[in-house]
């Protein structure tokens, strides 16, 4: 048996997983320690296990920028205010825009689990929104 722990810490998040064998895929526990766990923590943990595991593993990284962005997208598309939320949303498009190594309007779609025309439909309404 040959045991392994990796450690992560982010955003005041601390997050330790354990395997017991590194033939197992996922660890066997994951321990869990900040301010508040809530729905987003737990998804920001899964993030943090996936990356662990593939570090443990030694996955490729193939696709690995795009991914990045899409999890910059969602942690900063779920710090919004709902007051705040088309210019943010016009923000972090133009944002992910300027840097030109990812399309913005799929990135957000995948952030945002919505089609890529949706997105571009709530970007249509922010524009009009911030322009008034």
Request: net charge negative; charged share 30%; proline share 3%.
């Amino acid at each position: 048996m040959n045991a392994s722990r990796l450690e992560r810490t982010r955003s005041g998040l601390n997050v330790v997983a354990e395997w017991d064998d590194q033939e197992i895929e996922g660890p066997q526990r994951v321990t869990i320690s900040g301010a508040e766990i809530s729905s987003r923590t737990l998804r920001q943990v899964g993030r943090l296990v996936d990356d662990m595991a593939a570090e443990l593993h030694e996955m490729p990284s193939a696709g690995a920028f795009r991914v990045m962005v899409r999890q910059y997208a969602e942690d900063r598309l779920a710090e919004l205010p709902a007051d705040g939320f088309h210019r943010g949303l016009l923000a972090l498009h133009d944002k992910i825009d300027s840097d030109g190594r990812a399309e913005a309007v799929t990135t957000l779609a995948a952030a945002m689990r919505i089609p890529a025309e949706s997105v571009r439909a709530c970007l249509r309404v922010a524009r009009q929104r911030t322009s008034d």
